[in-house]
């Protein structure tokens, strides 16, 4: 069978991945992480870390067996997008569960304003894959660090999904990869008859949800959510000593069905909630959103988008909802016939946006505009001007790479205004920089902001460090105002604001903190970092020593404390 030999789950990783070198075309603060002693690794165990080894039994064993020779003979991963001795190199490696340990505070000191908890989600899978894995495969961690009185705990725990439950209990895993399990016709064909197989002898039952909460987190209705796209959320929550607990998979009192967006927009006024499903069946784009108390609202089905588009994201105003049909779809052929992903791109696809109003109960009035080679993942954020909608947000210049090579992919944050008299699209780019996992002021959701904060890839996935930008500046002009690279072979995540006074209508807008993982892959240490938002280096105020590694990862959020008191 295919088994990943140099790849072992421990703290540290000798596995490399190749290395970019770039230059930076702007001044920036590079960080010096403090040093610190390397702490002595503890050998004690929290009862709710002793992972339960169980043995397959001979049934598992032998679906077991079929599925090694589908690995190895009829889809091994010859690609470097689906090898997980490269995916899962570095910092990508999974890791276990960690209790809540406590954490050191190495530099500087953390601000009042962040005490509640710093929760970020990520891809981490129980086993490690005998065929083929892609980056967005592997089930859901989440590593928290929670803080009180200037003191941190760390906790990191899988999101307990019907799928990682099964399979923990099975000893082996039962389902294949979505990105990375149907790459051609055989393949397809052989782990789908696998799968039907493994249905009829009991092992999982797909009504109970097949799928990953992975990516996100969002908290609404006075609970707290993971997400993943292929299945529905799942409710979690932090217990008085930081650890975390899966409450179990929500459907909205049945309103829910399938599945739903990893970014839903949270309005921090009204409470309300908004998102989307998407999907490769009529009708390809459903818009529903939750009321302030978090009770889902009546589906909208959006039929007059005629074909299945790759919505990861959108953007939301005081007004409207913006849809992006991007070149990004669903590629059946591709798959069956060419051995590809069953995402991937269409060259001869004109991009267009799609409007709708906020509260709409139909489609009727949904507008469409061309934007041609508009290709966005994430939404930065959007608003309303006069006649005109607005959205921000990084497009993909490279969209044939998306799903393949990530490392190729280079994105230019643009802001593209909508007159929705005239039909005029009118773009500007605000950075030339390689900026994804674009943040701002949760305060200023819908509505007209100033700054955005967003990771400088280098190459993706890997990120090198933070750029604040100035979108208010004039057209045509490079609006990065500060940024910090993390240092050599320092690399951290998508970074996230902290009002320093949230409940302050008059606090300036970026008046707080910018939080991120980083992690060291020379000295082989994770930290925590807090930077000033309104220093023109993106200044460290503090730095928090992690027990062990956070891998790299995909969307957090930070929760405060009277929010977690509720859950």
């Known amino acids: 069978m295919y088994h990943q030999l140099e790849l072992k789950r421990n703290p540290q990783n000798s596995t490399t991945r190749p290395t970019t070198s770039r230059t930076s075309r702007h001044a920036s603060s590079t960080t010096t992480l403090p040093a610190a002693t390397k702490p002595t690794p503890s050998t004690r165990k929290s009862p709710a870390n002793d992972r339960r080894v169980v043995e397959p039994n001979q049934l598992t064993m032998m679906f077991n067996v079929l599925e090694g020779v589908i690995n190895n003979f009829i889809d091994p991963p010859l690609r470097q997008s689906v090898d997980p001795r490269y995916v899962l190199s570095d910092n990508f490696a999974p890791v276990d569960e960690l209790p809540p340990t406590e954490c050191e505070v190495i530099h500087g000191s953390l601000p009042s304003c962040l005490d509640g908890a710093y929760i970020r989600n990520g891809p981490n899978p129980q086993y490690l894959p005998r065929g083929p894995y892609h980056l967005f495969d592997g089930d859901g961690m989440l590593h928290s660090i929670r803080i009180s009185q200037g003191k941190a705990t760390l906790c990191s725990r899988y999101v307990k999904t019907y799928k990682y439950t099964m399979e923990r209990d099975a000893g082996a895993p039962l389902l294949p990869n979505v990105f990375s399990g149907f790459n051609g016709l055989a393949a397809s064909a052989a782990r789908g008859a696998l799968s039907a197989a493994r249905i009829l002898a009991g092992q999982f039952n797909p009504a109970n949800g097949i799928g990953l909460a992975n990516t996100s987190l969002a908290y609404f209705g006075n609970r707290l959510y993971a997400f993943g796209e292929s299945d529905l959320p799942y409710a979690v929550r932090l217990t008085s000593n930081g650890d975390i607990e899966t409450l179990g998979r929500h459907d909205f009192d049945g309103k829910l069905l399938m599945s739903m967006t990893a970014h839903p927009k949270v309005d921090l006024e009204t409470g309300e909630a908004f998102a989307f499903r998407y999907g490769p069946v009529p009708p390809f784009l459903t818009y529903f959103h939750f009321d302030g108390n978090g009770n889902k609202q009546p589906d909208v089905p959006i039929f007059s988008m005629t074909r299945p588009s790759f919505l990861h994201d959108f953007g939301i105003s005081s007004k409207y909802a913006i849809f992006a049909d991007i070149q990004i779809g669903m590629n059946p052929m591709e798959m069956i016939f060419g051995g590809g992903s069953p995402v991937g791109s269409d060259p001869a696809k004109v991009s267009r946006l799609g409007i709708i109003p906020r509260y709409a109960t139909d489609e ?143 606090a300036e807008e970026d008046d707080g903190y910018v939080v991120s993982y980083v992690h060291d892959e020379i000295a082989g240490e994770s930290k925590f970092l807090v930077m000033d938002a309104k220093s023109p280096g993106l200044d460290i105020v503090a730095a928090v020593r992690l027990p062990r590694r956070v891998p790299y990862g995909f969307h957090g959020l930070f929760v405060k404390e009277s929010d977690l008191k509720k859950l």
């Open 364 to 506: 009727s009035e949904m507008k469409w505009f061309d934007v041609p080679g508009f290709n966005i993942i994430h939404a930065i954020n959007a608003w309303d001007e006069e006649d005109a909608v607005v959205i921000l947000a990084p497009n993909i210049l490279s969209v044939e790479h998306t799903m393949e090579r990530l490392d190729l992919i280079h994105a230019l944050v643009e802001k593209v205004r909508i007159d929705l008299k005239t039909g005029i699209v009118t773009r500007n780019p605000v950075s030339a920089r390689n900026l994804d996992f674009g943040m701002i002021n949760p305060a200023y959701l819908g509505k007209k902001n100033r700054f955005v904060y967003a990771a400088i890839g280098d190459p993706m996935p890997k990120i090198s460090g933070v750029v604040k930008l100035d979108v208010s500046k004039g057209e045509r002009q490079e609006c990065t105002v500060a940024s910090r690279i993390f240092g050599p072979r320092c690399y951290g995540g998508e970074p996230f604001f902290v009002a320093r006074e949230p409940e302050n209508p008059e």
